[in-house]
């Protein structure tokens, strides 16, 4: 269970926390859940996600469970600096995104005093490590790392796997392209994608 870091008012440096995991496993409503009590404790809060995300809204951050919080898109990480001066609490979205940028903003905003909560995909459709959040993870003072369920098994799910023929590294879709499966499942679908490829003479 995640606790809020206690603060000590000798010391003036901030945290970072990262939520992490698979599509449909909770990341964003985990996101809004920390920053709506941050809110209703009366501390400055913004929140920032990439523009490139408008699944749901162009200007909310969006769970699967249609809560919302409003947001600030940006086109780059080097754009949140200059939005959150004076916050108490910067929040970001689907930081597997943004560039390795993000973790030297995220690291410089908590150095200055600002508790930063990051939430992103830990793991790309393939299954390899997404973007900059193994940074983020390493350099980060609480990790908390959410499951789906498996739709094969009903086991814990912590892969995202992608049921298109879309190789592109981003594709941003739900669960017509993605479904969370287990390590067997993905194991499983990946054996079996690649004996399909082998078959029509796919590279």
Not at 133 to 140: D, I, S, V, Y
């Amino acid at each position: 269970m995640f606790l809020e870091n206690t603060v000590n008012p000798k010391e003036q440096f901030g945290w970072i926390e990262v939520i992490c995991g698979s599509m449909f496993s909770g990341k964003t409503e985990e996101l809004i859940r920390r920053l709506k009590r941050a809110q209703f404790a009366k501390q400055k809060v913004e929140i920032f996600k990439p523009n490139v995300d408008v699944r749901f809204d162009g200007n909310c951050v969006v769970s699967h469970d249609a809560n919302e919080i409003r947001s600030t898109p940006v086109p780059s990480a080097s754009n949140i600096p200059l939005l959150s001066d004076g916050c108490d609490v910067v929040g970001i979205d689907e930081a597997q995104f943004f560039d390795d940028e993000i973790v030297t903003v995220c690291n410089a905003l908590a150095n200055r005093g600002v508790r930063v909560i990051v939430a992103g995909l830990d793991m790309d459709f393939k299954g390899k490590p997404f973007g900059p959040m193994p940074n983020l993870m390493a350099t980060a003072e609480y990790v908390t790392k959410v499951h789906a369920v498996c739709t094969r098994t009903g086991n814990l799910a912590q892969y995202s796997y992608r049921k298109t023929n879309n190789d592109d590294l981003v594709l941003l879709g739900e669960t017509d392209a993605y479904e969370p499966l287990s390590r067997a499942a993905f194991y499983n679908a990946m054996k079996a994608e690649k004996t399909k490829k082998k078959f029509r003479g796919d590279k």
